[in-house]
């Protein structure tokens, strides 16, 4: 249950995201971020906040531990929406946390998938894909490269 304690800290974001989340030929598009995460819950619950100094936005991700479940469940919400997405749920397995749950992007419903890898003590990378087809092809569309202040 303290598989995200590692993002506890302040952390340098390397972001890479597509113009549009759903072509996969879309074009790559690199801007900084800062992250701040904090424990609550001796480990069952996990807080960031992001800001994208250059995109104008900050955004949050919740993270609540199911102990009966023995997963995680991801909520996202950014201040360009004011709302709570749709949870990713999942669990880490050999170093690799791997997340997914049902949302729409721009009208048309997709499948996300986050996953985490790479975790150090002053390292790890996280990227977002997401599926139109249930699951049969992915396009991964954000990655980040977390370095540790």
């Not at 304690?5 to 690199?30: I, K, M, Q, Y």
């Not at 949050?60 to 479940?69: A, F, G, H, K």
Request: overall charge negative.
């Amino acid at each position: 249950m303290n598989d995200f304690d590692f993002l506890t800290g302040t952390w340098d974001v390397v972001n890479r995201a597509r113009a549009d989340f759903l072509d996969p030929d879309s074009p790559w598009e690199e801007f900084p971020g800062i992250t701040r995460g904090s424990r609550h819950f001796d480990g069952q619950a996990n807080l960031d906040e992001i800001e994208f100094p250059t995109k104008g936005f900050t955004g949050l991700t919740l993270r609540l531990y199911d102990p009966e479940r023995e997963e995680w469940s991801l909520y996202w919400s950014s201040t360009r929406t004011g709302r709570l997405f749709p949870p990713v749920v999942g669990r880490w397995t050999d170093g690799v946390g791997e997340f997914h749950g049902d949302d729409e992007y721009q009208g048309t419903p997709i499948r996300a998938r986050y996953r985490w890898s790479g975790v150090t003590a002053d390292a790890a990378h996280w990227e977002q894909a997401f599926s139109t087809d249930d699951g049969a092809t992915w396009v991964t569309n954000w990655t980040m490269a977390f370095s540790r202040r």
